[in-house]
């Protein structure tokens, strides 16, 4: 069965930092492209990190670019998101994704979906 698990979410102040963690198993997905999605209440759920399975090349959302780092750890087949500079509008449900074909910014190219951390930010 295939899973993949956030960790790490919490409550922060302005300005803190957060370290997000998904592990991967069931099967090695160290050929997928895998992502970071947030969704805040009564909102579409938003793109914010992908990271390739070949290169670890990196795209980011705008919302989070010089802020948020994604990288992964093939070996334990989990990626992570260091957050920093957090802002009151970063609070969501954080989820992370995987889809082997693109590094895609829309949920509906993801195949694979955590059950989502919850990160809140206070001002």
């Known amino acids: 069965q295939v899973q993949l698990v956030e960790s790490g979410g919490g409550l922060v102040q302005a300005g803190g930092s957060l370290r997000l963690s998904c592990a991967a198993s069931?099967?090695?997905?160290?050929?997928?492209?895998r992502a970071w999605f947030r969704q805040a209440p009564g909102k579409e759920r938003e793109f914010v990190a992908v990271i390739s399975s070949s290169n670890n090349s990196t795209y980011y959302g705008d919302s989070v670019k010089g802020r948020f780092t994604i990288s992964r750890d093939t070996a334990k087949n989990t990626v992570y998101l260091q957050m920093n500079s957090l802002k009151p509008e970063d609070t969501a449900v954080y989820y992370c994704?995987?889809?082997?074909?693109?590094?895609?910014?829309?949920?509906?190219?993801?195949?694979?979906w955590g059950q989502g951390t919850q990160v809140t930010v206070s001002s």
């Open positions: 069931g099967r090695t997905f160290s050929s997928y492209f």
């Open positions: 994704a995987a889809n082997r074909l693109r590094g895609s910014v829309r949920p509906r190219d993801y195949d694979f």
